[in-house]
């Protein structure tokens, strides 16, 4: 099956407006000639006359007279497709936002980005969505607008990115536990009851790591898949939790927090959108909100 030539229906929109060749080829740009074998051709592809001779002009044919109905809309219609989006209404913006992080995303960052939202788009809403693995398939189906977490070195090449801010690990106790008073080395530290956080139930982490490097080990008594897992467990616990400094700040306001004695590479938190979305004007605005509330 052949495809039409799309361009025709400008063409034929015009010459049914004007009723002229030569007025049609004069909106056009064209010459009359070319203007004469653009009509030829819808005749052609039509299988209509469209326009015919009468006197010293030309009138439309019934076809013609249908055809002009609904041409001019769906130019329209198609114009305004191709031309780049107006300015965003933040007022009149209906959209819902899909939002996706780690534990602990919502409980730190939650609050601040809805009052963001509802200040400036008020018909505008997150759906805030738990990340539970670091596949970049949600960003491409659509079904994720915007990720946040430490990007992936196996993260699609595809994908944006941007940083937020970057994160400390620290540890984390009760304020009763004996950890809370008195200077803390590595060996004290590691003596102690210890609770892990891995999404992928991993039994080490990179604080074994550095105390690896020390020739110390820790006993692990808890392995959990979030912070908030691992925060609620030292609330009621003697165990001891590492935990992203920044990302947990309001998690932790009633723990006792300290310096790690142990060296720890930092993370970058940053979000992670698909390409597609990179022009979307409240998209851009979403991830603007976000860099101010979560940035440096």
């Known amino acids: 099956m052949s495809i039409p030539d799309l361009n025709l ?14 007025r049609a080829a004069q909106r056009l740009r064209l010459s009359p ?30 076809r013609a007279l249908e055809l002009r109905e609904r041409v001019g809309p769906l130019v ?10 107006e300015r965003l209404d933040l007022r009149h913006l209906v959209r819902t936002f899909a939002l996706r992080g780690s534990d602990g995303f919502v409980e730190n960052f939650g609050p601040a980005l809805v009052a963001r939202l509802r200040a400036e788009a008020p018909g505008a809403r997150l759906h805030f969505i738990q990340k539970t693995n670091r596949d970049s398939t949600p960003l491409r189906d659509g079904t994720v607008d915007l990720d946040t977490g430490v990007v992936d070195p196996g993260t699609s090449p ?26 803390i ?3 004290r530290y590691a003596a102690g009851l210890h609770v892990l956080v891995s999404r992928q139930g991993h039994d080490r982490g990179v604080v074994d790591e550095a105390l690896q490097a020390l020739g110390l080990t820790r006993e692990i008594a808890a392995i959990v898949g979030g912070f908030c897992a691992a925060l609620a467990l030292v609330r009621a616990s003697d165990l001891i939790a590492a935990v992203p400094e920044r990302y947990t700040h309001n998690l932790r306001h009633d723990l006792h927090s300290f310096a790690l004695p142990v060296t720890t590479e930092d993370i ?20 603007a909100c976000v860099r101010e509330v979560c940035g440096p």
């Open 158 to 183: 595809e994908i944006h990115t941007r940083a937020l801010f970057r994160d400390r690990f620290i540890g984390v106790v009760r304020h009763d536990h004996p950890l809370a008073s008195g200077p």
């Open 185 to 187: 080395g590595a060996a």
């Open 76 to 85: 329209r219609d198609a114009e305004a497709m191709l031309r780049p989006a």
């Open 33 to 62: 000639s070319a203007m004469s074998r653009a009509l030829a051709r819808l005749r052609e592809t039509t299988g209509d006359p469209l326009l015919v001779r009468a006197g010293r002009g030309l009138v439309p044919t019934p």
């Open 268 to 287: 970058t938190v940053s979000m992670l959108w698909h390409p597609r979305m990179n022009a979307d004007p409240a998209h851009r605005w979403l991830r």
């Open 9 to 22: 229906l400008v063409t034929l929109d015009v010459l049914l407006a004007e009723g002229s060749v030569a």
